[in-house]
């Protein structure tokens, strides 16, 4: 034990500690900022935001130094335990959870509300990891295919029964892994189709089209079908010399494309609530409701440009100060950074996630471990979609959809979250030298 502890000191990435150090105070400073209140004005008073998220750090800190202390091993061997016991507790918040803005996404447990979701995307980062760690797969055969799409798949749905949209698109960041070990580009390439089908979905579903020579409308989403079999019919006529050669994949593609088509109109008018409708709708210009559901967003992008080049200095923002900005110190934690420290700030903020993200990619490449290469990837994934996502949603590029900023966003659980998949990695990249090749 003393061989493993002294090896840790001198192998682990010292780097990446500090930057995750450096952005969890910026959070902590910024969290006060966004939840200032002039008669609890300690940054300890526990009554407030600020004071809790003191709590989160401490218990993160005390979470990373059990993680540090397991021994590396435990995490491969314990890989599908952890994936299968997190999906048990997503089916416990199914029963028994408690249900906060409008989603059951949560477990109270002496008071502390839990949120298993974000814990999931460990146990699945482990279980990714150790299904190709071990296992060697090979991208080609069927296989290998259902078993990613089982372990990624367990998670997904039991997180859309909930429903929350927003850490249901986490996990398609996986693909970016799976890439990374050998998943055929063209598989990228059909998410692509599939994101820009979704979109024209969602613009055709409010739309009514006039057939020629007729009085008829026909709903946006039957037209579109229509389309899609025809464009098929055309494909087929056009290379009717090579019928034999194309005819089987143009007709799956045409029936797997409506039938996504039929599956958006369903999920996204019967499982998604309005509120995500009306985000995904303004996003795409569908529809503009600055002073309804694009709100928040709206006063985001306000705030941010109101930073200018310096900002108006810290605890000085007017639109922090007098709460125009609702969730400011969660999902829209950004906003205050662009307000107080202005377009070098958020510069700054920007550059420490990008250095973040470089030294682990570096990290993941050295490994001796194709489980902890892996499980690296996994965790540059995750981190970067947040990341993306979140300062997108805050400058109007990306739907508003409950995305936290890793280490800087108000909360527990994802604090936590991120702390454990961070220090894992770190834990796995400090015993690569114990690791045979």
């Known amino acids: 034990m003393q061989n493993q502890r002294a090896n840790f000191w001198q192998d682990a990435d010292w780097l990446v500690i500090l930057l995750y150090a450096v952005m969890v105070i910026l959070g902590w400073l910024n969290i006060y900022a966004a939840d200032f209140n002039e008669e609890a ?4 008073d526990f009554s407030q935001n600020y004071g809790k998220q003191i709590v989160w750090i401490g218990t993160a800190a005390v979470l990373a130094f059990l993680v540090l202390l397991v021994d590396s091993k435990f995490y491969e061997n314990f890989a599908y335990v952890l994936h299968g016991f997190f999906a048990l507790l997503l089916l416990a918040v199914l029963a028994v959870g408690s249900e906060i803005k409008g989603s059951q996404s949560w477990l109270v447990i002496g008071g502390i509300s839990i949120q298993p979701a974000e814990f999931a995307k460990y146990g699945t980062s482990l279980a990714l990891a150790h299904y190709y760690g071990s296992q060697n797969p090979d991208f080609r055969q069927l296989k290998t295919k259902l078993y990613s799409a089982l372990i990624i798949g367990i998670p997904v749905v039991l997180i859309m029964l909930q429903p929350d949209p927003g850490s249901t698109l986490v996990y398609s960041t996986f693909a970016l892994v799976l890439f990374r070990e050998g998943m055929p580009g063209s598989v990228l390439l059909l998410a692509l189709v ?3 089908l979704f979109i024209i979905t969602l613009f055709m579903e409010l739309m009514e089209i006039p057939l020629p020579f007729t009085e008829v409308n026909v709903q946006g989403e039957h037209f579109l079908i229509f389309i899609i079999a025809l ?19 143009v007709i799956l ?4 494309s409506i039938g996504f088509v039929a599956a958006t109109n369903f ?4 499982v998604f609530e309005d509120r995500h409708r009306n985000r995904v709708h303004g996003l795409l210009g569908i529809i503009s409701d600055p002073q ?22 810290y605890l000085e923002g007017t639109q922090t100060k007098f709460k125009f900005v609702p969730e400011q110190s969660t999902d ?8 107080e420290w202005g377009f070098l700030g958020t510069t700054a903020v920007i550059l420490l996630f990008l250095i973040l993200f470089w030294r682990l990619i570096f990290l993941a490449e050295r490994q001796r471990s194709r489980f902890a290469r892996v499980f690296g990837y996994c965790v540059v994934s995750i981190l970067f979609f947040h990341f993306a996502v979140n300062i997108g949603m805050t400058i109007g590029l990306a739907p508003v959809i409950g995305i936290p900023l890793p280490f800087f966003s108000y909360g527990g659980s994802s604090l936590w979250s991120f702390t454990v998949l961070l220090f894992t990695f770190i834990k796995l990249d400090a015993n690569r030298r114990n690791v045979l090749v």
């Not at 098929?232 to 010399?241: E, G, N, Q, S, Y």
């Not at 829209?332 to 307000?339: A, N």
Request: net charge positive; proline share 2%; glycine share 12%.
């Open 194 to 196: 599939t994101v820009v």
């Open 332 to 339: 829209f934690i950004f906003c205050t950074v662009g307000e």
């Open 253 to 256: 593609f045409a029936i797997v």
């Open 292 to 313: 309804g559901t694009g709100y928040n967003q709206h006063q985001s992008k306000i705030a941010i440009g109101s930073g200018g080049l310096t900002g108006k200095g």
């Open 41 to 44: 004005a300690s940054i300890f």
């Open 231 to 249: 464009l098929a019919a055309l494909i087929l006529f056009a290379f009717k010399k090579r019928l034999r050669y194309i005819w089987k994949p």
């Open 267 to 270: 999920i996204f008018n019967e």
